[in-house]
């Protein structure tokens, strides 16, 4: 069983960043790929950035590659995701996800964290 608990989300001015965790409560060696999502209201979920836990490597939706970055400290469990230059459009629902392979499509993903909202105000 994966357990993941999101937080950082909030209200933030265009231009302006967040930084998202998600803390993972199941031992890493069982996980080997982290992913972040977001859904607006009214709008599907959408895979925003991944990385796989042991080699580090990252990928990202072309919408935010470049003011996005995603990043896991293997000491603490815990994922992050830096968010830079933020846009109103950014303003969603984020998760973070666990699955077993690199992935963008949210049904690839095994286990959900309850989501973290963030509200960009132009």
């Known amino acids: 069983q994966v357990q993941l608990v999101e937080s950082g989300g909030g209200l933030v001015q265009a231009g302006g960043s967040l930084r998202l965790s998600c803390a993972v409560s199941a031992r890493t060696s069982r996980v080997y790929n982290m992913g972040w999502f977001r859904q607006a209201p009214g709008k599907e979920r959408e895979f925003v950035a991944g990385i796989t836990w042991s080699e580090g490597s990252t990928y990202y939706a072309n919408s935010v590659k470049g003011r996005y970055t995603i990043s896991r400290d293997n000491a603490k469990n815990t994922v992050y995701l830096q968010m830079n230059s933020l846009k109103p459009e950014d303003t969603a629902v984020y998760s973070c996800?666990?699955?077993?392979?690199?992935?963008?499509?949210?049904?690839?993903?095994?286990?959900w964290g309850q989501g973290t909202q963030v509200t960009v105000s132009s």
């Open positions: 996800a666990s699955s077993s392979l690199p992935a963008r499509l949210p049904s690839s993903y095994d286990y």
